[in-house]
């Protein structure tokens, strides 16, 4: 059975730092394009950040809106996907999601991925 599972997530203060992980199951997620993913209250699912398989050149993509604060990186070893999130800003509180897709250049683009995990929260709050 193939399987995504976010952890990480929690409460942290502005200017503070996450590190969200998403670990896959049943599959390797090194042939697989990963994307993280976040929802607001209200608002639509929008993309944060992504990699692509490292058959595709491992490339990664972000959203204007995290350049420079967020990073996503793979440990093949461990199966798992991680997004580094510094600088953490109130407008970043959400659910955040991982993806993944096989055999793909990424995009922050939702309906592009198969296999989604059941989400992590992350708020942002003094």
């Known amino acids: 059975q193939l399987q995504l599972v976010e952890s990480g997530g929690g409460l942290v203060q502005p200017g503070g730092s996450l590190r969200l992980s998403c670990a896959a199951s049943?599959?390797?997620?090194?042939?697989?394009?990963v994307g993280w993913f976040r929802q607001a209250p209200g608002k639509e699912r929008e993309g944060v950040s992504c990699?692509?398989?490292?058959?595709?050149?491992?490339?990664?993509n972000s959203a204007d809106s995290v350049k420079g604060r967020f990073t996503i990186s793979r440990d093949n070893a461990k199966n798992t996907v991680y997004l580094q999130m510094n600088s953490l800003k109130p407008e970043d509180t959400a659910v955040y999601y991982c993806?993944?897709?096989?055999?793909?250049?990424?995009?922050?683009?939702?309906?592009?991925?198969?296999?989604w995990g059941q989400g992590t929260q992350v708020t942002v709050s003094s």
């Open positions: 049943g599959f390797t997620l090194d042939y697989y394009a």
């Open positions: 990699i692509s398989s490292s058959n595709s050149g491992g490339t990664t």
């Open positions: 993806a993944a897709v096989p055999f793909r250049l990424c995009a922050l683009r939702p309906p592009m991925y198969n296999y």
